[in-house]
Structures are given as C-alpha cells and as structure tokens.
C-alpha cells in the first residue's frame, strides 16, 4: 500500500511559522561524527587493534584528522575522490573517517582487482588520490602505467603487512607526521552529500560505481549496530573486507556503538579462533564461505570460547546446515541480506520468539531466508518486475526482490540509465528472485541470472544446493544451468566433498537429491573440485556455467 503524500504546511502554520532548522537544532547526519564523539568519550580506551598495536580512540581520532589535514594540504577538496587499496589494517579505517570528514569522497578498491579493472575504477572515479598497501604493489603499477591520471600516490607502512614494492611518492606515516592533529575538518555541508563510491564487481562489462551519502552511511551504521546487538563493550574483528561495501558499514558501526575494531590481515580459520580467545571477539562477519571455513577448520586450529560469538553473515545465501553447524559450534548466527546498492545490509532474519526451542535443523531453516527489513531501512516487497505490483504472501509465487529507503544508493556515477532503470517503480529492485511468506519474511530464490530454466519449469539453484549442503559428504555445492538440447537447461552441481569424507559418486549425489526434491530438480550432472571464488567470498557462478557447457560439465551426455 503507498502512503498518501500530502503538499507541505503553508509558511505561516502554526507549527511552520518561527520553527526553523537553526545549527542548535540541526546538522547533517555523517558517520564522522562517531569518531568525533568516541574521541571524547573513551579518549584511552582501545578503538582498534592490529597485531602487537593497540591504537586508542583519541590516537583514532587523532590519526583520522592528521590524514584529512595532509589530504587537505595536497590539494583534497570537497567532491574529490581519494581512492584505496588495502586489507583490514589501521590505515582503512582511518581513510573512512579522514576522507569523507573533507566531503570528499572514498572509494575503497577489491583487492583482487587488476591493473586494468583498478586504472578503469581511477579514471572513472576520477581520482586525486591513491593509498595503497606494497602488498598489491604489481596490480597498482600495472593500473598506474595505464591511467592517463596525475595521482598522488601514498605507500601504506604496516609493521604487520608483508611487505613489498613500493610505487608512491610518499609513505603514509610520513604523510601523517606532517598533518595536524588537532585539525578542525570542515564535515559534510549537506547530509546528501556523498562520501563513498564502490564499484559492484561486473562480472560482464564495466563495473558500475555505486555512489552513497552521509546520511544513508550513518544510518545503515546505526540500524546495524542495533540489528547485530553491537555494544561499546563489543570486540569486532574484521573477518569481513572493508573494500565490500564499507565492510557493510560496520566500518562506522563499531565506532558508533563504542567497540573495539580487531584489525586482520587475512582471513584463515586458525587466525579467527586464535584471535576469539585472544582478544575475547565477540562478533564477525563474513560470507557463509567464511562460516564453513571455520566448519570445516582442522581440529588442532579449533580453539574453545566459552563466551557469545555473535557471527552474521550474507553477501550470498547461507545454507541451513551451515547456519546449524555454526550454532552446533557455540556460535549466534544473524542472517544478514544485502548488496552493494544498499549500503551492505538492507535486511536481516529477524528472530520471532519461540524459535530459540525449535529443533536445530528447523530454526535454521527458518534462519536461512533473507527475512525483514532493517529497522533503518524504509520498505522491502517482493513485487512483479514489469508493474511493481507485490506478489501475494504465499510462500510460493516469485517476483523481484525491491528494497525503499534512506540506505539505499544515490545512483550509479555518471550512468544516468542504469540509475533510472534501477529506481524503476519508485523501488530499488535488487535483480532477486524470491517469494514471499505469510508470516511477511521474504526467501530469495536466485538471482535473476542464476535461476535454471528446465523444460519451462523454473529451478532454484539456492533450493538444489540447500539439499546438496545436507549430505553428510559434502563442504560445498553451487548448481548452475547446462544447456540441453531437450530441456532447454538443466542443473548440473559442482561440488567440493568435506576432506577425508567417505567417497561418494555423482550417481550418489543426484539419488540423493532425486529422494528429497521433485525430480526435474535434481542435477543431471555433478562435478567434484574446488569452487571458484571471489575475495569477498562468493562462488563464481558465471565461471562454473562455462564450464557447465564442456564435456567436464557433461554436456552432451545424456544422463
Ligand atoms: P556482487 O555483484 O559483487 O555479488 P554485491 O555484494 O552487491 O555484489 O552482491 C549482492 C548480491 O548478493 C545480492 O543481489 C544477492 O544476490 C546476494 N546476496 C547478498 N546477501 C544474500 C543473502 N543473505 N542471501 C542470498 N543472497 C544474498
């Protein structure tokens, strides 16, 4: 149901007249302003840890405003784009406060990229600046050779990092020697203003640049501080890049609700365990390929807590028996939905009361939809794609997945069509495909591009591998399409057996499934091996369709 608009009050109402916006009574909204506050708060408490360094809030808050002055000196105004390239170290999480404190804006880079996707983001950015860890030292050279762009180029020190090549004209603790630390930035004018562009990864043609402001940062922050139950006596370590959405805001999430950031690296099971017991981490967050990483965790890496680790996760749907396997582990598990349009989280599963003495496997299946809006987040719909009309509460009828709110982009930079077609309808439409159940929690059952047509009948991948992820043999599952010449497609899974599993067969695989779903569903083709990934986690689903078309995929065999 739309909500009537109403034309404003006249300037002479009663309650128009002499109640203006004054500085007393408003200022613009920005995720900054949690560092400014901490600073004050808790100046000696630790804000951020990084191997053997414990930075305080006032020492956050002081490094922030000497890279913001530093920028500032070199030329960074209001509107510029000061790009990064780095893991989850101290120097990231400063950029997201020095940067966008100038109004300008961050435009944190996957680390994966290469020196083409990276010189493709720089131009397009138009970026002043580059900060940039040795460790990614050939791809930033090789982007560097390529732009036409004059940068200033800044090498990241980390006595933690590995090293490697430097291509800048300054170090970054020389950059900072020379700021101020008691620099007054100037914040953002407007709450519209933006802060942050992200580059959604593209997997065919250029990648788009998502574009967000202040407001909907500071927001998405707060709504999931709240939906994750963060507290300034949290311990958060960053298992989650902080190039993937502003690390889904929980770059200023943690700050704003007082916690500690425990910076990390890379992300290996052993490192995770040991930083839990070590540094009491009582949240993480990571896409369900990190959970089963700590799933499947050799023994010996292991470590027992005996204290709440909340760990949400998303980015991709998790499958029940990973969410089950976690909680088995003493894990709390918050299922979070959301893309990079939307500030990371846009959605959480909610829990209801009485699912906590539920049987396992049933919670985590009620777990594993995408559930709710956000609190910060105006509306979700599951909707028919052409009219945006809502699909009904059925639990079976698909449609398009729409999200309305304050936390959703601005648009796409410099793409007007895309931001157009994207905004369709009054509704950002995320390109997912799901149902909608009568207890209003919405289940997403493919993206558009991944749903498997099969003699007309439409499959979830999601659905195929949520079987595929209950046979006691197997780590890891993605179903894609293979073109058949009868069926149009059919489902053909790749799967990653769980090490020293007993072996199993693809007969076996495709019983399997052929007992627990209807039977145009099952694979028709099964391949065994690692899976391709993205850094931030997700099965390359267009990689595993090319090779669903090869005779390794099985095409052409009539199974
Ligand atoms: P990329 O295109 O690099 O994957 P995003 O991070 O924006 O970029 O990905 C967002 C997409 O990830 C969503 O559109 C959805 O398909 C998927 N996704 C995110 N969270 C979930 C979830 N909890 N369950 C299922 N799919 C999810």
Redesign the pocket.
């Known amino acids: 149901m739309e909500r009537p608009i109403d034309p404003p009050l006249p300037p002479d109402h009663r309650y128009v007249r002499d109640l203006d916006k004054t500085p007393a009574n408003h200022v613009p909204l920005t995720p900054v302003a949690f560092l400014e506050r901490n600073a004050r708060v808790w100046p000696d408490r630790v804000a951020v840890r990084h191997g053997r360094l414990a930075i305080t809030w006032a020492e956050f808050g002081q490094r922030a405003r000497r890279l913001a002055s530093a920028l500032a000196a070199r030329g960074v105004c209001r509107g510029d784009t000061v790009a990064i390239m780095a893991p989850n170290i101290p120097a990231m999480l400063e950029a997201h406060y020095a940067v966008p404190a100038l109004g300008a804006v961050l435009n944190a880079l996957n680390v994966r990229l290469d020196g083409e996707a990276i010189a493709f983001c720089l131009d397009h950015g138009a970026a002043k600046v580059l900060i940039t860890d040795p460790e990614f030292a050939p791809a930033v050279r090789a982007a560097l050779a390529r732009t036409g762009r004059e940068l200033l180029v800044v090498d990241i020190d980390d006595p933690e990092g590995p090293g490697g090549d430097r291509v800048g004209t300054i170090g970054y603790e020389a950059l900072l020697a020379g700021g101020d630390p008691a620099y007054e930035w100037p914040g953002p004018v407007d709450e519209w203003d933006s802060l942050a562009l992200l580059y959604?990864?593209?997997?065919t043609g250029n990648p788009k640049g998502?574009v967000y402001h202040h407001r909907g940062a500071y927001l998405n922050a707060l709504g999931n501080a709240l939906a994750f139950r963060l507290g300034h006596d949290s311990v958060y370590l960053w298992t989650l890049p902080m190039f993937?959405?502003n690390g889904w805001t929980y770059t200023w999430a943690v700050t704003a609700a007082g916690a500690t950031h425990v910076c990390l690296r890379r992300v290996e099971p052993a490192a995770i365990f040991r930083a839990i017991r070590d540094h009491r981490v009582t949240h993480l967050c990571g896409a369900?390929i990190v959970l089963n990483l700590l799933v499947h965790a050799p023994a010996e890496s292991k470590l027992a807590f005996d204290h709440v680790v909340d760990v949400a996760?998303?980015?991709?749907?998790?499958p029940s028996a990973v969410i089950e396997a976690m909680e088995a582990m003493g894990f709390r598990v918050t299922?979070?939905?959301?893309?990079?349009?939307?500030y990371?989280?846009a959605?959480l599963c909610a829990p209801q009361d009485g699912w906590e003495s539920l049987p396992m496997t049933d919670r985590a299946r009620l777990m594993a939809r995408?559930g709710v809006a956000m609190p910060t987040l105006d509306r979700v719909q599951v909707a028919d794609p052409s009219t945006g009309a809502p699909v009904p509460r059925d639990g079976a009828t698909m449609g398009e997945?729409m999200l309305r709110g304050n936390t959703i982009m601005k648009g796409y930079l410099a793409n007007p069509d895309a931001t157009a077609q994207a905004f369709a309808h009054g509704w950002f439409s995320?390109?997912?495909l799901a149902v909608w159940h009568p207890d209003g929690y919405v289940e997403?059952r493919?993206?558009s591009k991944?749903i498997i047509i099969t003699g007309g009948e439409n499959v979830s991948s999601?659905e195929v591998e949520e079987c595929l992820y209950r046979h006691p043999s197997v780590m890891e599952a993605a179903v894609v399409a293979r073109p058949d010449e009868r069926w149009g497609e059919t489902p053909c899974a790749f799967v990653t057996l769980k090490p020293g599993a007993p072996p199993v067969d693809a007969a076996e695989i495709i019983r399997w499934c052929r007992d627990r779903l209807a039977h145009f569903k099952a694979p028709k083709a099964v391949v065994f091996g690692p899976l391709p990934k993205?850094s931030?986690g997700?099965i390359q689903k267009y990689l595993l369709r090319d090779r669903a078309r090869t005779p390794e995929g099985g095409a052409g065999r009539g199974l």
Do not use: F, N, W
């Open positions: 959604t990864s593209g997997t998502v993937h959405c369900p996760t998303g980015g991709a749907a998790p299922h979070l939905y959301g893309l990079t349009e939307s990371g989280p959605m995408q997945l995320t390109g997912d997403i493919d993206r991944d999601l993205t931030t997700k």
